[in-house]
Each structure stands twice: as structure tokens, then as C-alpha cells.
């Protein structure tokens, strides 16, 4: 058994959701917050087979896609300055982090 581990950006996380649920898999949807962005992400926790991994991880894939995103200039002031970005800039946001592991043992109560 693994547990697949998928960071996404929060606007990918609904229609992931709905692809993995159409094909049965149950997933825990987690909020998070990271990256260079600092913006919201949805992980998401995915119990599944050792065989069905690659199917978890073509849906994630297909649903998960990468994309620009204009970003404004943040000003330093009262935080750290070495994320500050003078002029707006084009950065590149989506997609997914994923991890999967292997699980030793499931319990369900």
C-alpha cells in the first residue's frame, strides 16, 4: 500500500478532487500554504495499491496544470526583504509536488 502525497494550487484542488473521485479514489484534502508565492495549496492525502499508483498519478497530472501568473510587486517593509520583488513579473504556478510513500500499516475506526 502507498499514500500519495499531492501539493496542488488551491485552484486545481476541486477539479482534482472530482477526477479522483470519479474513478473511486478517496483522498483527505488538506489546506497548506507555501512556496515562493506564499498563496494557499490544497494537499491532498491518497491511500491506494501499490498497482494504482500510476493511475493516481496520471489523474493528478491530467488535472494539475501549470501556467503563468502575474505577480505584483510586495513591498520589504516590516518583513524580510530578500523575497521582494520591484517590478511585476511572470512566474510560472501550478502543477504538482507529490510524494509517495510506502505505508506500513492502515487502520480504520
Known amino acids: 500500500m502507498k499514500l500519495v502525497m499531492a501539493v496542488v494550487q488551491d485552484k486545481d484542488s476541486n477539479r482534482l478532487v472530482d477526477a479522483l473521485n470519479e474513478k473511486k479514489f478517496k483522498a483527505t484534502k488538506l489546506s497548506s500554504t507555501g512556496g515562493f508565492l506564499k498563496e494557499g495549496n490544497t494537499t491532498l492525502m491518497i491511500g491506494c495499491e501499490d498497482e494504482q ?55 480504520q475506526f
Open 53 to 107: 499508483v500510476d493511475d493516481a498519478l496520471a489523474i493528478i497530472r491530467d488535472n494539475c496544470s501549470q501556467r503563468e501568473q502575474m505577480v505584483s510587486p510586495v513591498s520589504p517593509m516590516g518583513g524580510n526583504a530578500d523575497s521582494y520583488i520591484p517590478r511585476p513579473i511572470n512566474v510560472e504556478v501550478g502543477g504538482a509536488t507529490v510524494f509517495v510513500l510506502p505505508v506500513e500499516a492502515f487502520h
